[in-house]
């Protein structure tokens, strides 16, 4: 049997699916044309991921193996491999995902693994065989089935390197050197820390998780969204290593990554939630000076502004950020979801397009999630409480530093004061929020 390995967000040798298959084998990692010529040359993604398919490459050479790195589209670059029997990959669900692999498909026989979640799309059914809509009974089905599900490591099989070229990308038939400025990127000065030690410090501080992850200035959360988003860790070994545990409390963390599977299997089964809502017609306001002033962090709003800020220096923003952010942006400013969720995924390192989609339909209310659309997050009410001292907001907006924190959680002193090189809120939020629901009702 002669393969493709066609490794793509499963960017490590340890418990990587792909290599139980042996044979005559072709390693492969393609840089997507389709996707990178739409981004700017600083994206802090392809940093990271060129990072990690170099590492991949090492990794790859001292089993014997080797990782052949292409640049193009990937129906081209698939066109000119003759002679092999099938390309082994695993699935992703999102739209041009799901395009891209089934004209693959129709080129060479096409194996999916399931690496990136821990249950297959069609794993966690309903007794009449449709997919759950609601998240608590899905866990529950869910967490029934992790208990009988096999999670051990997977085995290496013996391989035989096909002979060809491996130096250097392939960028349109000719050999280039394996730098980033080939790629059309310039290198982001980004933090890459180890997944296992990330994996290995949360775990001495899960006990922390359920009360704490949301406060901003603890050290509560995982860390490992973007290690799960690309691959550089596996799912399995961050089970593996919660179930190891005695005596912790691990099962608000487990819930969580299985929230991560929901909204994954919620695309797979109901692809229009993309770009389209779920419910409501009520699909926001285009308004072009609000949405600059959010994507310039000068809504006036210091939580909102912070997160922002954050996200455009970092690639990150804390969690419960994001879920403030999204509240404001959907019913403060009333603009369209896909707008925002366009700008998280332009900068967000971990960026995953059903955490990402499901996460802003749920803040506008107009997902899948049983909550009407009358949720709305009052963001000075979220700062006082989950960033009293204003630590979180005077890091990232130093302009601010000298303002007393509960001034900052305060918008009767935010709307009436002048703050030197910061704007006053460009809504009220009562007012604002007052208007989003006359408006969700109207049109829902």
Known sequence: MKRILWFRRDLRVEDNPLLSFGGEVLPIFIFDENILKKLPKNDKRVSFIFYHVVKLKSDLQKMGLNLKIFYGKPEEIFAQFKGFDEVVASGDYDAYAKERDTKISHMLHFRYLNDTYIFKPKEVLKENGEPYLVFTPFYKKARAILAHKNIDTAKIAEHILVQTEYKGIEKKSEIVALTLENLGFVEQNIEIVNAHLKLESFLKRIDAYQQMRDYLSSDATSDLSVDLRFGTLSIRAVLRAIFSLKGADAEPFIRQLIFRDFYAYLLFHIPPLETQNYKYNFNGIEDSEKFRAFCEARTGIPIVDAGV?????????????????????????LLPWQWGERFFASHLLDFDMASNVLSWQWSAGTGVDPQPYFRVFNPYLQSKKFDKEAHYIKKWLPELTHIAPKLLHDETYLLNSIIPNYPKPIVVHKEAAKRAIVLFKKQG
């Open 309 to 333: 800020c954050e996200l455009l220096q970092t690639g990150r923003m804390h969690n419960r950020v994001r879920m403030v952010v999204a509240s404001s942006f959907t019913k403060d400013l």
